[in-house]
């Protein structure tokens, strides 16, 4: 075992005794029984089989912590993110401070992959959900705000396609608040304000695409269509 492997598993066992500590002296017994038959079954690798057992102990005490958290933990081992999110959630809520950071840590790692899981399906919707909650974690992120941005101008332009158009400036405005100097925002904005016959917004949208990118093919296009007598 390296180095790095052995810091990590002294690290895991430093935080189960720390919520073993934190919880042992409220939890119900019932609770605890079910919660041991289940981290029993998760030292062993065997995680979905451990997850009845932790569910069993988060509904006998619903303040049980630690039950949440392995639930969490199971589920984002067998990379059921959706199903990860709500009991890490849970466990933010509930954990003391000195186990808060790892819980944020795993319940932020499920959120992202959550929205990378539906963002292959291109299930927009969903993960636009996702990543704003993520965001909500830590706003100052870049790489959120970012992959955010995209997923609403993604979603932009699926609803565009769908002539909802309505929904799909709203979609792009939300990204344009999150990226504003990125040119295919204001490309979709344009072409949504051009089908509702908004023409003096649309001009106005290509005018900022050209300023953020003067050699945009499509924008020149539609500049000169639009501006043409």
């Known amino acids: 075992m390296t180095y790095k492997q052995t810091s990590h598993c002294l690290f895991t066992l430093l935080v189960c005794f720390i919520l073993v500590a934190c919880n042992t002296m409220t939890v119900r017994p019932d609770a605890r029984y079910e919660f041991d038959e289940g981290l029993s079954l998760f030292n062993k690798g065997y995680y979905k089989t451990a997850i009845p057992s ?108 769908k002539e909802r158009v309505d929904e799909a400036l709203e979609a792009f405005d939300s990204a344009r608040k999150l990226s504003p100097e990125n040119p295919a925002i204001f490309m979709g904005l344009a072409r949504g304000f051009l089908i509702k016959g908004d023409t003096l917004q649309a001009i106005r949208a290509v005018q900022k695409t050209l300023n953020l990118d003067p050699e945009n093919k499509g924008a020149l296009l539609l500049f000169r269509s639009m501006t043409r007598k």
């Open 54 to 161: 932790f569910e069993n102990a988060a509904k006998l005490d619903p303040n049980y912590a630690e039950s949440f958290l392995y639930l969490g933990r199971s589920y984002s081992y067998l990379h059921q993110w959706d199903r990860a999110i709500p009991p890490l959630r849970r466990a933010l809520g509930l954990s003391s401070e000195k186990v808060l950071d790892e819980v944020y840590d795993l319940y932020l790692t499920a959120l992202m992959e959550a929205a990378l899981t539906e963002s292959r399906k291109q299930n927009h919707r969903a993960t636009i959900n996702y990543l704003d909650e993520a965001l909500t974690l830590k706003p100052q992120s870049a790489e959120i705000q970012n992959e955010l941005s995209r997923s609403y101008l993604a979603y932009g332009q699926y609803l565009l396609k």
